[in-house]
């Protein structure tokens, strides 16, 4: 499975930002593609996933109610629209598969590279 991120930028503060993922390769019904973040001096946590075949969804409780991801219908996109950013959301976001089996809490198999997002005050 290969992952391509894309839409990273600079925003301001209560601004929106989608971004993309886009999966090749084989991702089985029982596996999900999701998104992490990596911001400066801080581990790598957890933002949002969705399962690939069922398509349902899990967020981190920081950016619930704000950020959504999905799943383009047809394609093996799935973006991540960000609302009401603030400073604190920004980071370097990571796209991230489960090939198969996918739980909350387990660690993804295959890493896709990251793209920046910058929210100023």
């Known amino acids: 499975v290969q992952l391509q991120a894309s839409g990273g930028g600079l925003v301001q503060a209560g601004e929106s930002l989608r971004l993309s993922c886009a999966a090749s390769?084989?991702?089985?019904?029982?596996?999900?593609v999701g998104w992490f973040r990596q911001a400066p001096g801080r581990e790598r946590e957890f933002v949002a996933a969705i399962r690939w075949g069922a398509r349902t969804t899990v967020y981190a409780n920081s950016v619930k109610g704000r950020f959504t991801i999905t799943r383009d219908s047809g394609e093996s996109t799935v973006p991540l629209q960000m609302n009401s950013l603030k400073p604190d959301d920004t980071a370097l976001y990571f796209c991230a598969a489960w090939g198969g089996g996918y739980s909350v809490g387990a660690s993804p198999k295959y890493w896709g590279q990251g793209t920046l997002v910058t929210v100023s005050s």
């Open positions: 390769g084989r991702i089985f019904s029982s596996g999900a």
